[in-house]
């Protein structure tokens, strides 16, 4: 797979992510990570706007991990 097919998929998730919730959302967010991943590791450089989307949903995350917490 060409980084460019790697960067075709990731985008083709952006908004299969904003449309999901949950657990789905987590899991397309894992799968957007590795392709970014991918991407770095072949020697490609990913667009800015897709690092800054992956670095929200992570910041999402976080925020729901402690939202779970017991006071």
């Known amino acids: 797979m060409t ?7 990731a985008e083709a998730l952006l908004p299969e ?3 999901a919730e949950g657990d789905e959302r987590y899991n397309l967010h894992q799968d957007l990570h ?10 490609g ?3 800015a706007h897709l690092r800054t989307r992956d670095l929200e949903l ?4 976080v925020e729901d991990a402690f939202d779970n917490m017991p006071i």
């Open 58 to 61: 992570v910041d999402e995350e």
């Open 3 to 9: 980084i460019e097919d790697l960067l075709a998929k």
């Open 34 to 43: 590795r392709l970014l991943e991918n991407i770095r590791m072949r020697g």
């Open 45 to 47: 450089k990913v667009p």
């Open 17 to 19: 992510i904003e449309a």
